[in-house]
């Protein structure tokens, strides 16, 4: 199972961008699902937090109200919408899911936990 991202790039200060991570392969389930983000000499840190079933989300103190993590489950998908981008929001962005493949695996509370190999967000003042 892996972790495809997409959607990175190039964007202007207060402009916005929305980074896409889907699921390789069949799998029944996604369960807990986050994003993160590692700056050029910096260490990698957590954006935002969905916790199985999405009953609750977590975002750094510096996204809130700005940033917002979703899934389309039929699609196996999850997204990081991000909007009011600044220049510190530059960094490379990586998903991580915990996914159950099979039904059985999901009735049993096993996953596996898979990361997305990152994409780019550069934000140009």
């Known amino acids: 199972v892996q972790l495809v991202e997409s959607g990175g790039g190039l964007v202007q200060a207060g402009g916005s961008l929305r980074v896409s991570c889907a699921v390789s392969e069949s799998t029944f389930s996604i369960n807990a699902m986050g994003w993160y983000r590692q700056a050029p000499g910096k260490q990698r840190e957590l954006v935002a937090d969905?916790?199985?079933?999405?009953?609750?989300?977590n975002y750094a103190d510096s996204v809130k109200g700005r940033f917002t993590i979703f899934r389309d489950n039929a699609k196996k998908t999850m997204y990081l919408q991000m909007n009011s981008l600044k220049p510190e929001d530059t960094a490379v962005y990586y998903c991580?899911?915990?996914?159950?493949?099979?039904?059985?695996?999901?009735?049993?509370?096993?996953?596996?936990?898979?990361w997305g190999q990152g994409t780019l967000v550069t934000v140009s003042s």
């Open positions: 991580r899911a915990h996914v159950s493949p099979l039904y059985s695996d999901y009735v049993n509370n096993r996953y596996l936990e898979v």
């Open positions: 969905e916790t199985k079933g999405g009953g609750n989300t």
